[in-house]
């Protein structure tokens, strides 16, 4: 079955350092999205990319979508405290009516100011 | 409606006890979808709805677990003779098919099987 991977598991940067998380998949992805879940809070959807190697950006957050569709990233420039929590990424394999989200572990990130 | 609701928000039982969670989904979405996460992981599919069909039910999920959305709005979760290994937070989210398949997500519903 479909297995969507994240790495790091945990990072710990100091405030004002940059940040990076990695997404793969399994299989080639329709779209992949990007969640936050602060500390005892639930996930929360930051962004969607569909096109093969889309890059997004939302202030200091930048996202993009592999060229195979079938991996991806989120980068924080200049890590804040408000940026702790855990980030998930998840995708669907294929645009069906009936295909499910799968989402990766995650990438827990704390901020040491 | 602004959001997803779930309730009760929290449920303690005890062991072999059935327990039933409730998911409101944004009025307007016809995708239902549970999940159940523990600490440190990623939000673990268990099954969605699309309107009131049950499209998929993951396979790691015993029968003791049924959901049901009779009337394509809101959605419940049963769980049956509970298990301790059952405790976890039980999350609830909704999407529309088109247009974008961002779901939002409920508070969750945190079970502990005492």
């Known amino acids: 079955g479909q297995q969507v991977m994240q790495i790091p598991q945990y990072q710990h940067v100091q405030e004002g350092e940059d940040f990076t998380t990695y997404c793969n998949s399994s299989?080639?992805?329709?779209?992949i999205q990007w969640y936050k879940q602060r500390p005892g809070g639930h996930p929360v959807f930051l962004i969607q990319?569909?096109?093969?190697?889309e890059v997004k950006k939302q202030k200091r957050l930048t996202f993009q979508f592999g060229e195979a569709k079938k991996n991806s990233s989120l980068h924080i420039t200049a890590t804040q405290t408000t940026d702790v929590g855990t980030y998930f990424c998840?995708?669907?394999?294929?645009?069906?009516?009936?295909?499910?989200?799968?989402f990766g572990p995650g990438t827990s990130l704390s901020v040491i100011p | 409606d602004t959001g997803v609701s779930q309730d009760p928000r929290h449920k303690i039982t005890k062991r072999g006890q059935n327990v039933t969670f409730r998911c409101d989904p944004i009025?307007?979405?016809?995708?239902l979808y549970w999940y159940r996460q523990t600490l440190g992981q990623g939000p673990e599919f268990l099954t969605y709805f699309q309107n009131e069909a049950q499209l998929e039910k993951s396979r790691l999920l015993s029968d003791r677990f049924s959901a049901e959305r009779p009337k394509g709005s809101f959605s419940t979760l049963e769980i049956q003779r509970t298990e301790q290994g059952d405790s976890a937070m039980y999350l609830c989210a909704s999407s529309l098919e088109f247009g974008g398949y961002e779901q939002y997500f409920g508070p969750g519903t945190r079970l502990t099987v005492t």
């Open positions: 299989t080639t992805l329709s779209n």
């Open positions: 998840a995708g669907p394999r294929v645009v069906t009516s009936y295909d499910k989200v799968i």
């Open positions: 009025s307007e979405h016809n995708r």
């Open positions: 990319l569909v096109k093969s190697g």
